[in-house]
Structure formats: C-alpha cells, structure tokens
T-cell receptor
C-alpha cells in the first residue's frame, strides 16, 4: 500500500521553463512533507520542506505547494537549469502520529532539463 | 554540517558471502536508517534504529540484519548474500523527521 505516490516516473523540460513535480499521499496523519534531490551514485540531499500548517514554502527557485484537502503537493522549479536534472523524491512523516521518526518516500521522478 | 559516512562506495561480493555495510554519523543523532534504492522502486526501508541496541524492521527486512552497538554507528549485515540483493544501499541519520534525514553517499553492492 503506497502511502506516498509520485505518478510520473519522468519529466522533461526546457532550460528556463518551469518544472512541476507532483506528489499525492493517502495517510491523513502526515503533517510534514519534504523533497529530496538525488544525483546518480550519490545519496539524496534535502531540498525543501513544508509543514501542514502552511500551504506554500519558497526557497529561491524552489517552491513547494501543499493542498491538504486534495492530499497533494507539488514542487515548482523556476527557472529550470540543466544542473537540476536529477531524481526527485517526495517524502512525508506523521510527527504527531507515532511514526517512529520514519519518513515515507515516493518512488521518485526523474527530471531532465534540456539546454 | 552533519556527515554520514558509508565505508565503501562500491562492493562486489559472491553469492553466499556474509557482507557488512558500515555507516557512521558525527552529529549524535538518535535515529539511523538503512534503505535500498532500485530503479522503479524508489527508496525502500530495510531497518531503522532509534537508540543504541534498539532496532526495528522496515518494509523489506528479509535477508538482512542490523547492529547498533554505539550511537554513531549502524551496520547492515547480509547474512548470506544473494544476487537479488544487488542494489544501491543508503544510510541516513536524523534528529527527527522535522529536520529531515541526512543521507550518506551510498554503497553500490553487486552480488555475483
């Protein structure tokens, strides 16, 4: 039972355009969401997070939007750069729900930014 | 910055061998995790530990065991390596999910 779903295995965009990566979740106890970026042969690195008390968090070119009623979040990258080409993982946790400090990850979306 | 160090970047082992993957973190985090990453399957949790000598099974613990004798070190053990354990193994540590995880660089294990 996949509690965090990234339905698009891959996404290709042109340099300078917007990249939108989507993530859906099913567990209503999730109250904290994160995005990680992973290059081949490296470990994932933290990108941006959002708490369920917010609907938007922005950090430079990266913005995460949360729609709690739809159980949906998205990561916007504007403008996209070739160096953004990587696998992006969505993750969620239930801080107040006794999750034993685990994050639940989606399967990832491979973003390719073409020059 | 928190540093999570995995002892090997690449390993090649034979079927049936006992394999040890070591992970050390330097920020006094209680929580440590072992994941494997496979194409199309994302990050799957093998085992985690929230304290010394404490361990809990993740989603795919079969064929693996772990050891946490000291707070900074979390070892993953493949008791008898099999070819279906060929994968990228990632160790992570965390103060709490509110702070996310810090991952190591990964160990690419090939079992032949």
């Amino acid at each position: 039972d996949q509690q965090v779903k990234q339905n698009s295995p891959s996404l290709s965009v042109q340099e300078g355009r917007i990249s939108i990566l989507n993530c859906d979740y099913t567990n209503s106890m999730f109250d904290y969401f994160l995005w990680y970026k992973k290059y081949p042969a490296e470990g994932p690195t933290f990108l941006i997070s959002i708490s369920s008390i917010k609907d938007k968090n922005e950090d430079g070119r990266f913005t995460v939007f949360l729609n709690k009623s739809a159980k949906h979040l998205s990561l916007h990258i504007v403008p996209s750069q070739p160096g953004d080409s990587a696998v992006y993982f969505c993750a969620a946790s239930a801080r107040s729900g006794g999750s034993n400090y685990k994050l639940t990850f989606g399967k990832g979306t491979l973003l390719t930014v073409n020059p | 910055d928190v540093k999570v160090t995995q002892s090997s970047r690449y390993l090649v082992k034979r079927t049936g061998e006992k394999v040890f993957l070591e992970c050390v973190q330097d920020m006094d985090h209680e929580n440590m995790f072992w994941y494997r990453q496979d194409p199309g399957l994302g990050l799957r949790l093998i085992y985690f530990s929230y304290d010394v000598k404490m361990k809990e099974k993740g989603d795919i613990p079969e064929g693996y065991s772990v050891s946490r004798e000291k707070k900074e070190r979390f070892s993953l053990i493949l008791e008898s390596a099999s070819t279906n354990q060929t994968s990228m193994y990632l160790c992570a540590s965390s103060l709490s999910p509110a702070y996310g995880y810090t991952f190591g660089s990964g160990t690419r294990l090939t079992v032949v």
